[in-house]
C-alpha cells in the first residue's frame, strides 16, 4: 500500500518563527532574544509580527516595561516549547553526520572581493580539505539568501539610504577608503575639480551597487555633503572602472584598493584631498542556521580570519 504524501501548509513553513517566538518567550525580551540568534531587534519583532499576521491572532502583549504573552501566545508557547529539546537533538544527529569537511558551499560574491581575496582563500581551502566543493557565482545584485550559504557584499558607510533590517547575520570583512580620481589626461582636458560640487560638470563612472546610486559622499568640517554626479558610465565591476577612468573616460570613486597600483605609476591622481570620502566596507551575510553545517561554519571562520591576515599584508 502506497503512502499518501503529506502536503505542507503555509502554517508549517513558518517553523522557524515559531521557534524564535519561543526564544523570546523564554527570555522576556526582543533584545535578548536577537543577540542570541545574532539578528537585529528591529528584524526579531518584525519577524513575530508577521508570524502573528500569518496566525491571524496576536501573540504577545507589548508595553514599555514588560513582554507578556497573550492567551493563544502561552497556548503556543506551552505546547510547542516541549517539543524544541527533540528538534535539538534531531537537528543534532543530522549535524553529527555533517562533522566531516564534505559537501558544497555556495557562495555570492562581489566581484571585486572574488578577484582580490576569495580566490586565493578558496584554492587554499581546497587545498586542505579535498571533500568540500564550492559553487561561487560572481554579482553584484541582489541574491535570495536560500540558495545559497553565504552572501558577499560591497557597500560605502555614506549611502543616502541606509541598509535595510535584515534577519541575515552580517559580519564584516573589510573597510577601506573610497578616491576621486581621474587621469592626468582627463584632468588636463576637462580641469581639476576643486569643491565636490564641481563633479556635476564631470563626466563620472560609478557603480550604484557600491555608492547607493548616482550620488557621492564627502565630508568636510564635520559636515556631509552629497553630489548628485552625472550619468556617464555605471557598471559593478570596479576594476573595469578604474580601466576606463585610467583611459580618460571620467572621474571614478572607488576603493583603495582598486586604484593603488594606478595611483603609485601616475596612471591615476586623487582628487579633493581636502575632503573626507565615504568608506568602502565588504561585508559576510549568512542566515542563522542552528546548528550552521561544520563545512560552513569552519570555511566561515577560516575566511574571516584568512582576509583579516590579507588586508594585514597588503597595508
Not at 532574544?33 to 507589548?62: F, N, P, Y
Not at 555570492?108 to 559553487?135: C, D, G, K, W
Not at 553565504?150 to 577601506?176: Q, V
Request: aromatic share 8%.
Amino acid at each position: 500500500m502506497t503512502q499518501s504524501l503529506v502536503g505542507i501548509n503555509p502554517r508549517q513553513q513558518q517553523l522557524d518563527k515559531i521557534v524564535f517566538f519561543c526564544s523570546v518567550i523564554q527570555h522576556g525580551s526582543f533584545r535578548e532574544a536577537a543577540e542570541v540568534w545574532g539578528i537585529s531587534a528591529a528584524a526579531a519583532s518584525r519577524w513575530v509580527k508577521e508570524l502573528e499576521g500569518l496566525m491571524a491572532v496576536e501573540l504577545i502583549k507589548r508595553s514599555t516595561r514588560q513582554l507578556v504573552p497573550t492567551d493563544a501566545g502561552e497556548m503556543l508557547y506551552r505546547r510547542f516549547s516541549s517539543l524544541l529539546p527533540e528538534i535539538d537533538t534531531i537537528c543534532a544527529e543530522v549535524g553529527s553526520m555533517a562533522d566531516e569537511q564534505r559537501g558544497i558551499i555556495s557562495i555570492s560574491s562581489t566581484p571585486l572581493y572574488a578577484s582580490y581575496y576569495l580566490r586565493e582563500i578558496i584554492a587554499e581551502y581546497m587545498e586542505m580539505h579535498p571533500q568540500v566543493n564550492f559553487r561561487l557565482f560572481i554579482e553584484a545584485g541582489e541574491t535570495d539568501p536560500l540558495h545559497v550559504d553565504f552572501i558577499i557584499r560591497a557597500k560605502a558607510t555614506n549611502r543616502e539610504t541606509e541598509e535595510k533590517d535584515s534577519l541575515l547575520i552580517r559580519r564584516l570583512l573589510l573597510s577601506e577608503p573610497l578616491y576621486a580620481c581621474a587621469s592626468p589626461a582627463y584632468l588636463a582636458r576637462c580641469g581639476r575639480p576643486m569643491e565636490p560640487e564641481d563633479l556635476r560638470a564631470h563626466r563620472c563612472l560609478y557603480a550604484s551597487s557600491l555608492v547607493g546610486g548616482n550620488r557621492w559622499y564627502f565630508r568636510f568640517n564635520g559636515m556631509n555633503r552629497a553630489v548628485a554626479i552625472s550619468d556617464a558610465l555605471e557598471c559593478d565591476n570596479s576594476e573595469i572602472l578604474r580601466d576606463m577612468a585610467i583611459r580618460g573616460a571620467g572621474v571614478a570613486y572607488l576603493p583603495h584598493s582598486v586604484i593603488k597600483d594606478a595611483l603609485a605609476s601616475g596612471a591615476l591622481t586623487v582628487l579633493l584631498t581636502d575632503y573626507v570620502a565615504s568608506q568602502f566596507d565588504i561585508n559576510l551575510y549568512f542566515r542563522p542556521r542552528h546548528p550552521m553545517p561544520a563545512r560552513c561554519q569552519a570555511f566561515k571562520d577560516y575566511l574571516l580570519r584568512r582576509t583579516e591576515e590579507i588586508v594585514a599584508q597588503q597595508a
